[in-house]
């Protein structure tokens, strides 16, 4: 297997887990703190959805911020929440966020949630499907100084690290999923 096509399958593999998890869920187990400084589900969804869309745009593509999907698909527009500037390297992708800062991300549904993830997910997909044959051995055009110099070596990398990351994040959510159902007389449901 090709590593461009382990990549993909990954990000298949990894939106087909989130929708079985989370698209059944109650607003309000989605929204339900585990302790008042915990993420809930819909933050830690949406955080995954911002740091895949970040990276396509912004680390992978050097493109302006305005390019994310968060704003090009008018979900900046429809929740009146624009994270620019916010937290780590201001990538407003939750990463450095104050507490505050996570309180103000929007609401959304799990639909809505999913929608957004299905849309990031898709645009990294033709990403990764129209690059050149030696394009995950170049170096990201994008990586933020910020973050740290010199940042990883090749594309490939950077995905991997993204991507790794985020089955953590999964991970999360379904122990949060866990104890909501717990909490809430559903025993320990498959999550």
């Known amino acids: 297997m090709q590593p461009v ?5 990954m990000l298949e593999h990894f939106g087909y887990v989130l929708h079985r998890v989370i698209s059944d869920m109650p607003d309000e187990a989605l929204q339900w703190q585990p302790d008042p400084e915990a ?3 819909a933050v830690t969804v949406w955080h ?9 745009v ?11 999907l968060w704003y ?3 979900w900046a527009d429809k929740t009146n929440y624009d994270p ?3 937290g780590v390297a201001g990538l407003g992708n939750l990463a450095g966020y104050t507490l505050e800062q996570v309180k103000a991300v929007p609401h959304l549904s799990a639909e809505q949630s999913l ?7 898709e645009a990294l997909s033709a990403y990764l499907k129209s690059l050149p044959p030696d394009g995950l051995e ?13 940042g990883p070596e090749c594309v490939y990398d950077v995905l991997m690290m993204f991507l790794l990351d985020n089955r953590e994040h999964l991970g999360e959510i379904k122990a949060i999923k866990a104890m909501w159902n717990r909490k809430n007389g559903q025993g320990a449901q498959s999550v």
Do not use: M, T
Request: a neutral charge; zero cysteines; hydrophobic letters at 35%.
């Open 5 to 9: 096509n382990v990549l993909l399958d």
């Open 39 to 41: 993420n809930n589900i």
């Open 48 to 56: 995954i959805s911002r740091a895949l869309d970040l990276l396509k």
């Open 58 to 68: 912004k680390i992978l593509e050097n493109q302006p911020h305005q390019k994310q």
């Open 72 to 74: 090009e698909k008018g």
């Open 84 to 86: 620019a500037g916010l």
């Open 115 to 121: 929608v957004y993830f299905d849309q990031v997910g």
């Open 138 to 150: 170049q170096p990201p055009a994008g990586w933020p100084a910020s973050l740290g110099s010199p």
